[in-house]
Protein backbone atom coordinates (compact mmCIF):
# COMPACT_ATOMS: atom_id res chain seq x y z
CA UNK A 1 0.00 0.00 0.00
CA UNK A 2 2.80 2.31 0.47
CA UNK A 3 4.57 1.68 -2.44
CA UNK A 4 1.54 2.12 -4.34
CA UNK A 5 1.06 5.32 -2.75
CA UNK A 6 4.50 6.45 -3.16
CA UNK A 7 4.22 5.83 -7.04
CA UNK A 8 0.99 7.62 -7.30
CA UNK A 9 2.36 11.15 -5.66
CA UNK A 10 5.30 10.63 -7.71
CA UNK A 11 3.04 10.40 -10.66
CA UNK A 12 1.26 13.14 -10.11
CA UNK A 13 4.29 15.32 -8.83
CA UNK A 14 6.07 14.51 -12.53
CA UNK A 15 2.55 15.57 -14.19
CA UNK A 16 2.35 18.72 -12.03
CA UNK A 17 5.90 19.71 -13.42
CA UNK A 18 5.03 18.46 -17.03
CA UNK A 19 1.71 21.00 -16.86
CA UNK A 20 4.15 23.75 -15.41
CA UNK A 21 6.77 23.13 -18.25
CA UNK A 22 4.20 22.63 -21.13
CA UNK A 23 2.63 26.56 -20.39
CA UNK A 24 3.91 28.57 -23.15
CA UNK A 25 2.84 25.78 -25.36
CA UNK A 26 -0.58 26.84 -24.47
CA UNK A 27 0.63 30.77 -24.78
CA UNK A 28 1.92 30.29 -28.21
CA UNK A 29 -1.38 28.43 -30.28
CA UNK A 30 -2.39 30.58 -32.38
CA UNK A 31 -5.05 28.26 -33.11
CA UNK A 32 -6.57 28.72 -29.94
CA UNK A 33 -10.12 29.28 -29.23
CA UNK A 34 -10.94 31.54 -26.40
CA UNK A 35 -13.78 30.83 -24.24
CA UNK A 36 -14.70 32.48 -20.72
CA UNK A 37 -12.38 32.61 -17.82
CA UNK A 38 -9.38 32.74 -20.04
CA UNK A 39 -6.86 35.25 -19.23
CA UNK A 40 -5.54 37.28 -21.87
CA UNK A 41 -2.14 39.57 -22.60
CA UNK A 42 -2.80 42.26 -25.31
CA UNK A 43 -0.81 44.89 -26.32
CA UNK A 44 -2.06 47.77 -27.83
CA UNK A 45 1.21 49.64 -29.10
CA UNK A 46 -0.14 52.92 -29.81
CA UNK A 47 -2.07 52.96 -26.42
CA UNK A 48 0.37 51.32 -24.33
CA UNK A 49 -1.49 52.45 -21.44
CA UNK A 50 -4.67 50.02 -22.42
CA UNK A 51 -1.58 47.47 -22.55
CA UNK A 52 -1.99 44.63 -20.08
CA UNK A 53 -4.02 41.39 -18.78
CA UNK A 54 -7.52 41.24 -19.36
CA UNK A 55 -10.01 38.42 -17.49
CA UNK A 56 -12.96 36.96 -20.42
CA UNK A 57 -15.73 37.56 -18.77
CA UNK A 58 -18.93 34.87 -18.15
CA UNK A 59 -20.52 36.48 -21.13
CA UNK A 60 -17.68 36.17 -23.52
CA UNK A 61 -16.24 39.57 -23.63
CA UNK A 62 -13.90 41.44 -22.63
CA UNK A 63 -13.52 45.21 -21.83
CA UNK A 64 -11.37 47.51 -22.83
CA UNK A 65 -11.69 51.58 -22.04
CA UNK A 66 -12.32 53.73 -24.86
CA UNK A 67 -14.07 51.39 -27.30
CA UNK A 68 -16.04 49.10 -24.82
CA UNK A 69 -16.64 45.45 -24.53
CA UNK A 70 -15.46 42.97 -27.30
CA UNK A 71 -17.10 39.57 -28.17
CA UNK A 72 -14.20 37.26 -28.17
CA UNK A 73 -16.07 33.60 -27.15
CA UNK A 74 -15.19 31.63 -30.02
CA UNK A 75 -12.08 33.29 -31.64
CA UNK A 76 -8.46 32.92 -32.03
CA UNK A 77 -5.82 34.88 -30.50
CA UNK A 78 -5.37 36.52 -34.34
CA UNK A 79 -9.24 36.71 -34.51
CA UNK A 80 -9.17 38.94 -31.65
CA UNK A 81 -6.64 40.92 -32.51
CA UNK A 82 -8.33 41.83 -35.49
CA UNK A 83 -11.29 42.88 -33.53
CA UNK A 84 -9.54 45.23 -31.54
CA UNK A 85 -8.08 47.30 -34.68
CA UNK A 86 -11.36 47.21 -36.15
CA UNK A 87 -13.30 48.57 -32.74
CA UNK A 88 -10.60 51.20 -32.66
CA UNK A 89 -10.66 51.99 -36.39
CA UNK A 90 -14.49 52.49 -36.23
CA UNK A 91 -14.22 54.53 -33.01
CA UNK A 92 -11.74 56.67 -35.23
CA UNK A 93 -8.78 56.29 -32.60
CA UNK A 94 -6.35 54.51 -35.13
CA UNK A 95 -6.73 53.47 -38.89
CA UNK A 96 -3.47 51.11 -38.48
CA UNK A 97 -3.79 49.60 -34.78
CA UNK A 98 -0.64 47.43 -34.11
CA UNK A 99 -1.91 44.61 -31.66
CA UNK A 100 -0.82 41.38 -30.21
CA UNK A 101 -2.82 38.56 -28.17
CA UNK A 102 -1.32 35.92 -26.21
CA UNK A 103 -3.34 33.64 -24.31
CA UNK A 104 -1.63 33.97 -20.91
CA UNK A 105 -3.43 31.56 -18.58
CA UNK A 106 -6.43 28.85 -20.15
CA UNK A 107 -9.29 27.57 -18.19
CA UNK A 108 -8.41 25.17 -15.98
CA UNK A 109 -10.08 21.40 -15.68
CA UNK A 110 -11.99 20.28 -13.01
CA UNK A 111 -11.66 16.60 -11.63
CA UNK A 112 -14.42 15.40 -9.45
CA UNK A 113 -15.61 12.16 -7.95
CA UNK A 114 -13.80 9.52 -7.29
CA UNK A 115 -10.24 10.65 -7.14
CA UNK A 116 -8.01 11.74 -3.67
CA UNK A 117 -7.82 15.78 -4.69
CA UNK A 118 -10.72 16.59 -6.10
CA UNK A 119 -10.78 20.32 -7.44
CA UNK A 120 -9.24 22.44 -10.68
CA UNK A 121 -5.85 22.20 -12.27
CA UNK A 122 -4.03 23.84 -15.11
CA UNK A 123 -4.65 22.67 -18.23
CA UNK A 124 -1.60 21.60 -20.51
CA UNK A 125 -2.41 20.74 -24.19
CA UNK A 126 -2.92 16.67 -24.66
CA UNK A 127 -3.58 15.86 -21.27
CA UNK A 128 -5.36 13.16 -21.19
CA UNK A 129 -8.07 11.80 -18.83
CA UNK A 130 -5.53 9.66 -16.84
CA UNK A 131 -3.13 12.14 -16.31
CA UNK A 132 -5.85 14.76 -15.09
CA UNK A 133 -6.47 11.83 -12.62
CA UNK A 134 -3.36 11.51 -11.39
CA UNK A 135 -2.83 15.26 -10.94
CA UNK A 136 -5.75 14.99 -8.49
CA UNK A 137 -4.09 12.14 -6.22
CA UNK A 138 -5.08 9.24 -8.61
CA UNK A 139 -8.31 7.23 -7.74
CA UNK A 140 -9.55 7.15 -4.54
CA UNK A 141 -8.96 4.44 -2.40
CA UNK A 142 -10.92 2.75 0.61
CA UNK A 143 -8.95 1.98 4.02
CA UNK A 144 -6.69 4.64 3.54
CA UNK A 145 -5.82 7.30 6.00
CA UNK A 146 -6.41 10.27 2.95
CA UNK A 147 -10.41 9.04 3.09
CA UNK A 148 -10.27 10.66 6.29
CA UNK A 149 -9.77 14.19 5.41
CA UNK A 150 -13.17 14.39 3.13
CA UNK A 151 -14.34 15.48 6.50
CA UNK A 152 -11.96 18.11 6.63
CA UNK A 153 -11.55 19.01 3.08
CA UNK A 154 -15.90 19.57 3.56
CA UNK A 155 -15.07 21.91 6.13
CA UNK A 156 -12.82 23.86 4.36
CA UNK A 157 -14.67 24.11 1.19
CA UNK A 158 -17.60 25.50 3.65
CA UNK A 159 -15.56 27.62 5.16
CA UNK A 160 -14.10 29.37 1.84
CA UNK A 161 -17.61 29.38 0.55
CA UNK A 162 -18.76 31.76 3.47
CA UNK A 163 -15.29 34.24 2.68
CA UNK A 164 -16.38 34.34 -0.60
CA UNK A 165 -20.23 34.98 0.19
CA UNK A 166 -19.07 37.51 2.46
CA UNK A 167 -16.38 38.79 0.04
CA UNK A 168 -19.40 39.31 -2.89
CA UNK A 169 -21.25 40.94 -0.63
CA UNK A 170 -18.61 43.73 -0.09
CA UNK A 171 -18.12 43.89 -4.14
CA UNK A 172 -22.37 44.81 -4.24
CA UNK A 173 -22.00 47.24 -1.73
CA UNK A 174 -18.92 48.18 -3.36
CA UNK A 175 -20.26 49.17 -6.54
CA UNK A 176 -23.09 50.77 -5.42
CA UNK A 177 -21.25 53.44 -4.07
CA UNK A 178 -18.94 53.14 -6.79
CA UNK A 179 -22.27 54.21 -9.52
CA UNK A 180 -23.09 56.66 -7.13
CA UNK A 181 -19.72 58.49 -7.15
CA UNK A 182 -19.72 58.49 -10.69
CA UNK A 183 -22.68 60.79 -10.62
CA UNK A 184 -21.36 62.95 -8.31
CA UNK A 185 -24.70 61.59 -6.08
CA UNK A 186 -24.78 62.39 -2.08
CA UNK A 187 -26.05 59.25 -1.00
CA UNK A 188 -25.37 55.27 -2.38
CA UNK A 189 -28.75 53.33 -3.88
CA UNK A 190 -27.73 49.67 -2.57
CA UNK A 191 -30.14 46.84 -3.91
CA UNK A 192 -32.99 45.84 -1.87
CA UNK A 193 -31.49 42.08 -1.02
CA UNK A 194 -28.48 44.06 0.54
CA UNK A 195 -30.43 46.38 2.40
CA UNK A 196 -33.06 43.58 3.71
CA UNK A 197 -30.15 41.46 4.98
CA UNK A 198 -28.37 44.56 6.70
CA UNK A 199 -31.31 44.59 8.99
CA UNK A 200 -30.67 41.48 10.39
CA UNK A 201 -26.47 41.17 9.87
CA UNK A 202 -24.45 43.75 11.57
CA UNK A 203 -21.48 42.69 9.12
CA UNK A 204 -23.42 44.12 5.87
CA UNK A 205 -24.74 47.26 7.81
CA UNK A 206 -21.08 47.64 9.27
CA UNK A 207 -20.64 47.62 4.52
CA UNK A 208 -23.13 50.08 4.06
CA UNK A 209 -21.96 52.31 6.33
CA UNK A 210 -18.28 52.23 5.35
CA UNK A 211 -19.32 52.78 1.41
CA UNK A 212 -21.41 55.55 2.89
CA UNK A 213 -18.45 57.13 4.41
CA UNK A 214 -16.18 56.73 1.48
CA UNK A 215 -18.95 58.25 -1.25
CA UNK A 216 -19.45 60.93 1.41
CA UNK A 217 -15.46 61.88 1.56
CA UNK A 218 -14.71 61.59 -1.98
CA UNK A 219 -17.73 63.29 -3.46
CA UNK A 220 -17.27 66.36 -0.99
CA UNK A 221 -13.63 65.99 -1.92
CA UNK A 222 -14.02 66.49 -5.39
CA UNK A 223 -16.51 69.32 -4.91
CA UNK A 224 -14.30 71.32 -2.51
CA UNK A 225 -11.55 71.30 -5.22
CA UNK A 226 -14.13 72.13 -7.47
CA UNK A 227 -15.79 75.24 -5.86
CA UNK A 228 -12.17 76.36 -5.23
CA UNK A 229 -11.29 76.87 -8.43
CA UNK A 230 -14.62 78.45 -9.25
CA UNK A 231 -14.43 80.92 -6.62
CA UNK A 232 -11.08 81.96 -8.18
CA UNK A 233 -12.21 82.21 -12.06
CA UNK A 234 -15.06 84.36 -9.96
CA UNK A 235 -12.34 86.87 -8.66
CA UNK A 236 -10.70 86.85 -12.44
CA UNK A 237 -14.60 87.64 -14.05
CA UNK A 238 -14.42 90.40 -11.04
CA UNK A 239 -11.14 91.37 -12.52
CA UNK A 240 -12.19 91.72 -15.59
CA UNK A 241 -14.93 93.76 -15.08
CA UNK A 242 -12.95 96.47 -12.76
CA UNK A 243 -10.62 96.81 -15.69
CA UNK A 244 -13.27 97.23 -18.37
CA UNK A 245 -14.64 100.40 -16.12
CA UNK A 246 -11.03 101.85 -15.98
CA UNK A 247 -10.54 101.73 -19.82
CA UNK A 248 -14.13 103.14 -19.97
CA UNK A 249 -13.27 106.01 -17.90
CA UNK A 250 -9.75 106.34 -19.67
CA UNK A 251 -11.46 106.58 -22.94
CA UNK A 252 -13.58 109.27 -21.40
CA UNK A 253 -10.27 111.33 -20.39
CA UNK A 254 -8.36 110.57 -23.63
CA UNK A 255 -11.73 112.49 -25.62
CA UNK A 256 -11.20 114.66 -23.28
CA UNK A 257 -7.69 115.95 -23.89
CA UNK A 258 -8.25 115.26 -27.07
CA UNK A 259 -10.95 117.92 -27.32
CA UNK A 260 -8.65 119.93 -25.56
CA UNK A 261 -5.41 119.53 -27.36
CA UNK A 262 -7.56 120.38 -30.68
CA UNK A 263 -8.35 123.82 -29.14
CA UNK A 264 -4.89 124.41 -27.87
CA UNK A 265 -3.70 124.14 -31.16
CA UNK A 266 -6.26 126.63 -32.49
CA UNK A 267 -5.15 129.31 -29.81
CA UNK A 268 -1.51 128.45 -30.99
CA UNK A 269 -2.30 129.09 -34.42
CA UNK A 270 -3.54 132.27 -33.40
CA UNK A 271 -0.23 133.38 -31.06
CA UNK A 272 -2.89 132.91 -28.04
CA UNK A 273 -1.15 130.46 -26.32
CA UNK A 274 1.98 128.64 -25.62
CA UNK A 275 3.72 125.52 -27.01
CA UNK A 276 4.03 124.15 -23.46
CA UNK A 277 1.12 124.25 -22.79
CA UNK A 278 0.72 122.09 -26.25
CA UNK A 279 3.02 119.69 -25.57
CA UNK A 280 1.28 118.54 -21.82
CA UNK A 281 -1.67 117.70 -23.54
CA UNK A 282 0.41 115.26 -25.93
CA UNK A 283 1.90 113.65 -23.57
CA UNK A 284 -0.94 113.11 -21.33
CA UNK A 285 -2.61 111.66 -24.55
CA UNK A 286 -0.09 109.57 -24.99
CA UNK A 287 0.02 108.41 -21.37
CA UNK A 288 -3.78 107.78 -21.83
CA UNK A 289 -2.87 105.29 -24.56
CA UNK A 290 -0.38 103.23 -22.76
CA UNK A 291 -2.66 103.54 -19.68
CA UNK A 292 -5.35 101.20 -22.12
CA UNK A 293 -2.74 98.80 -23.58
CA UNK A 294 -2.23 98.30 -20.09
CA UNK A 295 -5.56 97.58 -19.23
CA UNK A 296 -5.82 94.76 -22.29
CA UNK A 297 -2.92 93.26 -21.11
CA UNK A 298 -4.64 92.48 -17.76
CA UNK A 299 -7.98 90.90 -19.30
CA UNK A 300 -6.08 88.92 -22.01
CA UNK A 301 -4.16 87.96 -18.54
CA UNK A 302 -7.28 87.25 -16.73
CA UNK A 303 -9.19 85.38 -20.09
CA UNK A 304 -6.27 83.42 -19.99
CA UNK A 305 -6.03 82.02 -16.71
CA UNK A 306 -9.90 81.97 -16.70
CA UNK A 307 -9.53 79.31 -19.69
CA UNK A 308 -6.79 77.67 -17.42
CA UNK A 309 -8.49 76.74 -14.32
CA UNK A 310 -11.95 76.03 -16.52
CA UNK A 311 -9.47 72.99 -17.89
CA UNK A 312 -8.14 71.95 -14.87
CA UNK A 313 -11.80 71.61 -13.88
CA UNK A 314 -12.43 69.43 -16.73
CA UNK A 315 -9.67 67.41 -16.16
CA UNK A 316 -10.24 66.57 -12.50
CA UNK A 317 -13.90 65.57 -13.64
CA UNK A 318 -12.21 63.44 -16.52
CA UNK A 319 -9.69 62.03 -13.99
CA UNK A 320 -11.80 60.76 -11.54
CA UNK A 321 -14.57 59.91 -14.05
CA UNK A 322 -11.62 57.12 -15.57
CA UNK A 323 -10.63 56.06 -11.99
CA UNK A 324 -14.33 55.03 -10.99
CA UNK A 325 -14.61 53.51 -14.55
CA UNK A 326 -11.39 51.61 -13.94
CA UNK A 327 -12.37 50.43 -10.44
CA UNK A 328 -16.16 49.62 -11.46
CA UNK A 329 -14.22 47.04 -14.09
CA UNK A 330 -12.31 45.28 -11.76
CA UNK A 331 -15.22 45.13 -9.23
CA UNK A 332 -17.52 43.41 -12.28
CA UNK A 333 -14.51 40.88 -13.11
CA UNK A 334 -13.84 40.20 -9.49
CA UNK A 335 -17.88 39.44 -9.18
CA UNK A 336 -17.37 37.22 -11.87
CA UNK A 337 -14.80 35.44 -10.47
CA UNK A 338 -16.54 34.81 -6.89
CA UNK A 339 -19.40 33.71 -9.01
CA UNK A 340 -17.00 30.60 -10.65
CA UNK A 341 -15.39 30.02 -7.16
CA UNK A 342 -18.80 29.80 -5.73
CA UNK A 343 -20.37 27.46 -8.04
CA UNK A 344 -16.92 25.22 -8.09
CA UNK A 345 -16.97 24.86 -4.59
CA UNK A 346 -20.43 23.95 -4.40
CA UNK A 347 -20.14 21.48 -6.72
CA UNK A 348 -17.24 20.08 -4.93
CA UNK A 349 -19.09 19.95 -1.81
CA UNK A 350 -22.08 18.32 -3.19
CA UNK A 351 -19.61 15.84 -4.73
CA UNK A 352 -18.02 15.27 -1.49
CA UNK A 353 -21.56 14.78 0.61
CA UNK A 354 -22.35 12.05 -2.12
CA UNK A 355 -19.24 10.54 -1.75
CA UNK A 356 -18.46 9.57 1.92
CA UNK A 357 -22.14 7.95 1.82
CA UNK A 358 -21.34 5.88 -0.96
CA UNK A 359 -17.71 4.82 0.26
CA UNK A 360 -19.25 3.79 3.84
CA UNK A 361 -21.79 1.80 2.55
CA UNK A 362 -19.24 -0.35 1.21
CA UNK A 363 -17.96 -2.52 3.34
CA UNK A 364 -15.49 -4.65 1.25
CA UNK A 365 -13.86 -1.50 0.16
CA UNK A 366 -13.46 -2.99 -3.48
CA UNK A 367 -15.27 -0.95 -6.31
CA UNK A 368 -16.59 -3.24 -9.12
CA UNK A 369 -16.89 -0.65 -12.32
CA UNK A 370 -15.95 3.26 -12.34
CA UNK A 371 -17.91 5.38 -14.30
CA UNK A 372 -15.79 8.38 -16.44
CA UNK A 373 -17.51 11.28 -18.03
CA UNK A 374 -16.71 14.43 -19.44
CA UNK A 375 -18.90 17.60 -19.25
CA UNK A 376 -17.64 20.27 -22.24
CA UNK A 377 -19.75 23.24 -23.05
CA UNK A 378 -20.42 23.09 -27.17
CA UNK A 379 -22.17 25.91 -28.65
CA UNK A 380 -22.78 27.30 -25.39
CA UNK A 381 -24.64 23.78 -24.63
CA UNK A 382 -23.06 21.72 -21.68
CA UNK A 383 -22.67 18.29 -23.25
CA UNK A 384 -21.74 15.15 -21.58
CA UNK A 385 -19.15 12.86 -23.12
CA UNK A 386 -18.56 8.99 -22.25
CA UNK A 387 -15.02 9.25 -21.96
CA UNK A 388 -11.98 6.30 -21.29
CA UNK A 389 -8.56 7.01 -19.31
CA UNK A 390 -7.22 7.79 -22.76
CA UNK A 391 -9.78 10.94 -23.98
CA UNK A 392 -7.92 14.07 -24.14
CA UNK A 393 -9.28 16.80 -21.90
CA UNK A 394 -10.17 20.49 -23.50
CA UNK A 395 -9.96 23.48 -21.28
CA UNK A 396 -12.93 24.47 -19.09
CA UNK A 397 -13.68 20.45 -18.84
CA UNK A 398 -15.29 19.04 -15.95
CA UNK A 399 -13.95 15.43 -15.77
CA UNK A 400 -16.51 13.37 -12.95
CA UNK A 401 -14.96 10.08 -11.86
CA UNK A 402 -18.28 8.15 -10.61
CA UNK A 403 -19.05 4.78 -9.10
CA UNK A 404 -22.38 3.05 -10.94
CA UNK A 405 -24.53 3.46 -7.99
CA UNK A 406 -24.89 6.67 -5.69
CA UNK A 407 -27.43 7.27 -2.58
CA UNK A 408 -30.61 8.90 -4.12
CA UNK A 409 -30.36 12.04 -1.70
CA UNK A 410 -27.81 13.59 0.64
CA UNK A 411 -28.02 15.89 4.00
CA UNK A 412 -25.84 18.35 5.52
CA UNK A 413 -26.19 21.63 7.86
CA UNK A 414 -27.31 25.04 6.29
CA UNK A 415 -23.74 26.32 4.59
CA UNK A 416 -24.98 30.38 5.00
CA UNK A 417 -27.93 32.00 6.51
CA UNK A 418 -31.07 31.57 4.38
CA UNK A 419 -31.70 35.31 3.68
CA UNK A 420 -28.02 35.94 2.58
CA UNK A 421 -27.07 37.01 -0.68
CA UNK A 422 -24.37 35.04 -2.22
CA UNK A 423 -23.02 34.73 -6.00
CA UNK A 424 -26.14 32.75 -7.16
CA UNK A 425 -28.47 34.72 -5.55
CA UNK A 426 -28.39 38.05 -6.87
CA UNK A 427 -27.55 38.90 -10.36
CA UNK A 428 -24.29 40.95 -11.66
Known sequence: MKRSRAWINLLGSVSIIVCMVAGDTVRAASNYIVRPDDKLRIKIFQYPELSGEYTVSSNGTISIATVGDIPVDGATPKDIADRISERFARAGL???????????????????????????????????????????????????????????????????????????????????RLNS?????????????????AQTDRGVMQLIDEERSLLSLRVD???????????????YEREIEAVTRQIKANKTQFD????????????????????????????MQAQLEMNEQGFQTLIL????????????????????????????????????????????????????????????GN???????????????????????????????????????????????IGGPQLVPRNAITPTGLKN
Do not use: C
Open 256 to 283: SVGQELREVNALLSRGLTTTSRQMGLVR
Open 94 to 176: SDKLGTSVEILQSRPVYVLGDVQKPGEYPFRPGVTVLQAISLAGGWLRFNDPGLMRLDRDTITIKGEMRNLVRRYQQLIAHRA
Open 301 to 360: RSRQNITQIDQRIFDLKSERSSAVMAELQKTRLDLDDISVKFDTNQSLLVEAQLTVPALV
Open 221 to 235: GMKNQIESLERTRDL
Open 181 to 197: ELLMKDDVQFPPELMRQ
Open 363 to 409: SDGVIEARSLTVVRIQDGKSVTIDADEHTELQPGDVLRVQRSIFPSS
